[in-house]
C-alpha cells in the first residue's frame, strides 16, 4: 500500500489502519465477546495485505485489547508496524470506567500500555477524550509532552477535540494529529477541524468511517435486533427508530454506486471519507481476516463528485 506522512511525524502509514475497539471484548463500551484467536488472525492478515499500522486504546476491553495486539506482533514475523494507543479513559476494580487527565494518572496509564504491549516506546499516545475542564486537558497534554521528552512516546496526539482545544494545546507542545469520528453519518467536523487542521500541520486519522458496521451494508434489521446485550450499538440512536431506516436507505445508495466498481457498500463508505484532502487515514476495525479483506481495497476506489452526490443523496 501507498503511505503518507501523518503530521509532523517521520510515520509514514497507510490509507487505512487497523481499528482494536471491537477486539477488547466484553466491557462497557464493548461490542460483546470475541475470539482473541480470530482477532490475532485479523491482525495478522491486515498486516499481510499492507496495513503498518494498528490502533488501539488501554481502555478497549479494559487492558485486553492492548494484550491482544502484543500477542499478534509476538507471533508476528514481518515488518513491527507503527502501534497508536489512547489514555484518559481509566477503571475501577468493579471495572466501572471514569475519566482523567491528571498528570500522575496519564504517566500511569502511559507505563501500564507499554507494559501490555510489551514494547519500549509507543509511536503514537493520544488523549481520548478532552476532559470537561480545559485546565485538566492541558495538564494531561503537558505530560504527554514529558513522556515524549522522555523517549517513551514518539509522538503525541489527541482525539475527540475541538478546534478551540487543539488551539490551546498546540501552543504548549505540537500536536501530530487529530483522532476524530467521521463518516456519512458524522460530518460536524467538516465545519472547522478538516480546515484547522491542514493549516496547522496535523494529520487526521478518522474513526469509524463505516458508523460501526451500520454501513457495511451486513448490517440488516435482523442482525441489529439479534445484537448480544454486551454490544453498545443496540443502544446507540444510529441503529435505532427514527434514524434507522434513513441509515439503511444510505446503505443502499452506497450499494448501487458499489455494484458499477465491483465493491461492497462498507469499501464506498470508506472511499468516501478517504476522498476528502484532509484525512491522512481511515482506521477500519475488524474481528476477522475475512473482514479485513473486505475492506482494505477501499483506498483503490476514487469516486467521481457525481457518485458522492448520489452517495450522499444530494445529486439534482
Known amino acids: 500500500m501507498k503511505t503518507i506522512q501523518l503530521g509532523n511525524s517521520d510515520l509514514f502509514i497507510t490509507r487505512i489502519g487497523f481499528g482494536a ?10 461490542w460483546g465477546g470475541q475470539d482473541d484467536v480470530k482477532s490475532v488472525q485479523a491482525i495478522h492478515r491486515a498486516l499481510e495485505l499492507g496495513v ?64 501490555r504491549l510489551k514494547t519500549n516506546v509507543i509511536d503514537l499516545y493520544q488523549i481520548h477524550w478532552p476532559a470537561d475542564d480545559l485546565n485538566e486537558t492541558v495538564e494531561g497534554w503537558m505530560e504527554l509532552a514529558k513522556l515524549q ?20 494545546l498546540a501552543g504548549i507542545a505540537p500536536i501530530t494529529s487529530l483522532q476524530p469520528p467521521y463518516s456519512l453519518l458524522r460530518r460536524e467536523i467538516e465545519a472547522e477541524q478538516l480546515k484547522w487542521c491542514p493549516a496547522a500541520k496535523v494529520g ?58 465491483g465493491r461492497a457498500p462498507g469499501q464506498m463508505a470508506i472511499a468516501w471519507a478517504l476522498r476528502n484532502p484532509a484525512v491522512t487515514g481511515a482506521i477500519v476495525g475488524a474481528r476477522s481476516a475475512r473482514q479485513i479483506e473486505e475492506m482494505v481495497g477501499a483506498v483503490d476506489i476514487q469516486l467521481m463528485q457525481s457518485e458522492i452526490a448520489e452517495i450522499e443523496g444530494t445529486q439534482a
Not at 489514555?87 to 500500555?113: F, H, I, N, P
Not at 443496540?234 to 446503505?251: A, C, D, I, M, T
Request: with cysteine; net charge positive; charged share 25%.
Open 204 to 261: 487526521v486519522i478518522v474513526y469509524s468511517p463505516m458508523a460501526s458496521g451500520l454501513l457495511t451494508g451486513a448490517m440488516t434489521r435482523a442482525r441489529i435486533a439479534a445484537l448480544p446485550a454486551g454490544d453498545w450499538r443496540g443502544k446507540n440512536e444510529q441503529f435505532r427508530e427514527p434514524k434507522l431506516s434513513k441509515n439503511l436507505q444510505l446503505v443502499e445508495r452506497l450499494r448501487v454506486v458499489g455494484a458499477r466498481h
Open 52 to 115: 503498518n499500522w494498528i490502533d488501539t486504546a488501554a481502555v478497549y476491553g479494559l487492558g485486553h485489547s492492548e494484550d491482544v495486539v502484543a500477542r499478534a506482533l509476538k507471533e508476528w514475523h514481518g515488518p513491527r508496524p507503527y502501534v497508536f494507543t489512547k489514555c484518559g479513559m481509566v477503571w475501577d476494580d468493579k471495572r466501572e470506567v471514569s475519566y482523567s487527565l491528571r498528570a500522575d494518572s496519564v504517566r500511569q496509564e502511559c507505563e501500564a500500555s507499554l507494559r
Open 149 to 168: 521528552k522522555e523517549g517513551k512516546v514518539r509522538w503525541i496526539g489527541v482525539s475527540n477535540a475541538s478546534v478551540a482545544e487543539l488551539e490551546k
Open 21 to 30: 475497539w471491537a477486539i477488547g471484548g466484553d466491557w462497557q463500551f464493548g
